[in-house]
């Protein structure tokens, strides 16, 4: 089987544009991507196009209307927040069996603003209707508040990673914030469902990726091995059973789940990983991945924040591109937009917020209901 | 809470409402494993098999985690309010509010029970209330 590569790859700055459409932001970054790598629309074999607001709505074929109807097999996917990652990982997936050779993946989302309704709405009791429960910083709050009842985890732990993303984000053009919030800014900011106030919950903008994914003989023979970086491991898993039945959705098995698997493929270990962009679409949620991703072990996530291990020029930065609280959060353009993120880094092109000697790294994103998918990305060494 | 949206009982949820109607908590267990199941559906999904029964809860248990909602996402919800999970004394888990409590006073662990409001003719919520 051969390996695949991404040899083209890059996002759209994050922010709000009332005035543009979904297939307009999708066609942007999708040219950003083939200039990247110097490919044209014509030299792809097929389109994989990640998008959840309009998942009824043909955006990858209205994309091509847009930069060329070339007639390629077009492939829609709605996967909630792992929407992106799952378009990249079908495009993976087509390299991976040898249908094509090079494909384009390409992740879009325009949102309002507000908060997100809940996923997952099981068989017949409705969550949200009947106790108010279902929106999403409720349901990540009180995922954190079992880590704290757990293992005594504080308000300012959680607080810290608003504090780190914000800061990281200063660092990155493409973010849609670049402000420092200080520590007292994020804990006195707006409470919106305890531990998390409004500075702790991701930022809903609009925003596009996209991805030029290429078997490793096409590579070779376009001569862009140069800046190409390693797809080791694409895995997506659904929430396995558990134990305990849990009613509320289960935000760490199937991240567990995926992680497991995803080292098997790419056969590294934690240890290993240089960086990564991991989905804190809620500050208590980070934490939770530190030990579902197994950064640091159980019950360790208090410290690892405290130490400053996740901070850019720590032992393994987190979200150095300012994650979805500072980034921002287009569901489904993020899970490229990670990997547009970690790609850079392993292409030493990440500038001011480089991650020193970055060779594997790591992206996750977590979809309620619930789909998680994982990408471990290696640099090519010649 | 006045005026919030109701649910409407299917063929699998009714034995729960009519038994919240009636003051009964009714969770589904399975024959095979043993596990309870909430919230209700077709099949164990440990067992992959059809082999749920209806069984009465005590009613009573803890706190497993919460949050204290001071956004809704819908009007209707008066602010702040508390999202509960509670572990129920024969282990399985229930998504419900804590009523009768300030939210300051809300701690994981704490001992609860439940307590029924009648919302409509068909629709009676189990909440749950601290206990001594």
């Known amino acids: 089987m051969t390996d695949a590569y991404v040899v083209g790859i890059d996002m759209i700055k994050f922010g709000r544009f009332p005035d543009r459409t979904v297939p307009d932001l999708g066609a942007e970054a999708a040219l950003l991507a083939l200039d990247d790598c110097g490919l044209k629309i014509q030299d792809m074999e097929a389109l994989y196009c990640g998008n959840l607001g309009q998942a009824g709505g043909m955006v990858g074929q209205r994309i091509l209307q847009e930069i060329g109807q070339t007639g390629i097999p077009v492939v829609n996917t709605a996967n909630a927040c792992a929407t992106g990652a799952t378009a990249f990982r079908e495009g993976w997936m087509s390299i991976k069996a040898g249908v094509y050779d090079v494909v384009l993946a390409v992740g879009v989302e325009q949102m309002g603003k507000g908060l997100l309704g809940g996923a997952g709405g099981g068989t017949g009791i409705p969550k949200e209707g009947l106790l108010g429960s279902g929106t999403m910083p409720a349901v990540f709050a009180e995922a954190g508040q079992e880590h704290a009842s757990k293992y005594g985890t504080t308000f300012e732990q959680f607080a810290k990673v608003s504090v780190k993303n914000h800061h990281h984000s200063t660092l990155n053009p493409k973010a849609m914030y670049q402000i420092e919030t200080p520590l007292e800014t994020v804990m006195n900011a707006e409470m919106i469902a305890y531990p998390n106030t409004k500075l702790m919950c991701s930022v809903n903008v609009d925003g596009s990726a996209a991805a030029v994914i290429c078997s490793e003989k096409k590579a070779r023979e376009l001569g862009l091995m140069g800046r190409a970086v390693k797809v080791s491991a694409s895995v997506l898993t659904s929430d396995p059973w558990q134990e305990r039945d849990l009613v509320m959705p289960d935000v760490n098995s199937c991240t567990r789940l995926a992680s497991a698997k995803a080292f098997e493929m790419a056969g590294i270990g934690a240890s290993d990983v240089n960086l990564v962009e991991l989905h804190d679409c809620f500050a208590t949620a980070e934490i939770l991945h530190y030990e579902n991703l197994g950064l640091c072990a159980d019950g360790e996530a208090g410290k690892m924040i405290d130490s400053g291990d996740s901070a850019l020029g720590g032992r393994c930065p987190v979200n150095v591109s300012g994650g979805l609280l500072s980034k921002g959060h287009p569901l489904g353009a993020t899970g490229i937009a990670n990997i547009y993120e970690v790609s850079t880094h392993l292409r030493g092109e990440a500038g001011k917020r480089q991650v020193e000697g970055a060779k594997v790294g790591m992206t996750h994103v977590i979809g309620l209901g619930s789909a998680c998918a994982i990408h471990v990305l290696e640099k090519v060494t010649a | ?132």
Not at chain 2, 34 to 56: A, H, N, Q, S, Y
Request: one cysteine or more.
């Open chain 2, 1 to 132: 809470m006045s005026g919030i949206p109701l649910p409407t009982p299917n063929p699998i949820t009714r034995p729960h409402w009519e038994g919240c109607r009636e003051g009964l908590l009714r969770v589904q267990r399975c024959s095979a494993c043993g596990d309870f199941v909430f919230i209700p559906r077709v099949g164990c999904p440990r067992c992959l098999l059809e082999t749920l029964e209806w069984v009465e809860s005590v009613g009573r248990g803890t706190l497993y985690s919460y949050s204290v909602v001071h956004r809704p996402q819908r009007p209707e919800f008066e602010v702040p309010y508390v999202v509960a999970i509670v572990e129920l004394d024969e282990g399985w888990h229930m998504l419900t509010n804590l009523v009768e409590c300030e939210p300051e006073d809300v701690r994981v662990g704490m001992k609860v029970e439940v307590s029924y409001r009648e919302m409509s003719d068909e629709i009676t919520l189990p909440y749950f209330r601290p206990r001594p």
